[in-house]
Antibody, heavy 121, light 105 residues
Framework: QVQLRQSGPELVKPSGTLSLNCTVSGFSITTGFFWGWIRQSPGKGLEWIGSINHDRGTFYNPSLRGRVTISIDTSRDQFSLHLTSLTAADTAVYYC??????????????WGQGTTVTVSS | IQLTQSPSSLSASVGDRVSITCRASQGISTYLAWYQQKPGEAPRLLIYSASTLQSGVPSRFSGSGSGTDFTLTISSLQPEDFATYYCQQLDSYPYTFGQGTRLEI
């Protein structure tokens, strides 16, 4: 059974950097899927941040480009989110998810448990 | 691509048939997914490719549409179906979500 387990801080300071990890179990991170990050805030609803595949590249939401980096560690079956220059607007619940793209079937079918991140001094 | 869901909220009773619509600002073929979310939980995939039922999802859920207009239908509401529903387009980057439809008793 595929599971995604998130880890990382829940309180970060303004102008700081958020780093979250997502560890994949029950499945190899190199098996053709993309792996994505999504956040949810009361003001903006669900927002796709970006997705990565170990050999097909990384795609980001232009609204965050310049502040966001998604990386992958295939040796640990783990992928990570780094978001810089934080403001209160980045306060949200952050989710990782498996981003499936097969033939003409695209969807996000397995999600992490979510991490509630608050940006505050 | 903007997705507009309607209604934003809906009151219904157990056993009712309900439909939620999702309209895209431009054509997205059938690259549309539907999710259910309950408070404190991550979204759960219900439907992908506009009309394909995800494994393990009850058959009372169905999806239809293509291009710009899509519908999620629940044929006979069960108590566990009261939640918020979101559509998502995966036709082009950036992926976007609808604003959600809250289904209340």
């Amino acid at each position: 059974q595929v599971q995604l387990r998130q880890s990382g801080p829940e309180l970060v300071k303004p102008s700081g950097t958020l780093s979250l990890n997502c560890t994949v179990s029950g499945f190899s991170i190199t098996t053709g899927f993309f792996w994505g990050w999504i956040r949810q805030s009361p003001g903006k609803g669900l927002e796709w941040i970006g997705s990565i595949n170990h050999d097909r590249g990384t795609f980001y939401n232009p609204s965050l480009r310049g502040r966001v980096t998604i990386s992958i560690d295939t040796s640990r079956d783990q992928f990570s989110l780094h978001l810089t220059s934080l403001t209160a607007a980045d306060t949200a619940v952050y989710y990782c998810a498996r981003d499936s793209r097969w033939s003409q079937s695209y969807y996000m079918d397995v999600w992490g448990q979510g991490t509630t991140v608050t940006v505050s001094s | 691509i903007q997705l507009t869901q309607s209604p934003s909220s809906l009151s219904a009773s157990v056993g009712d048939r309900v439909s939620i619509t999702c309209r895209a600002s431009q054509g997205i073929s059938t690259y549309l997914a539907w999710y259910q979310q309950k408070p404190g939980e991550a979204p759960r995939l219900l439907i992908y490719s506009a009309s394909t039922l995800q494994s393990g999802v009850p058959s009372r859920f169905s999806g239809s549409g293509s291009g710009t207009d899509f519908t999620l239908t629940i044929s006979s509401l069960q108590p566990e179906d009261f939640a918020t529903y979101y559509c998502q387009q995966l036709d082009s980057y950036p992926y976007t979500f609808g604003q959600g439809t809250r289904l209340e008793i």
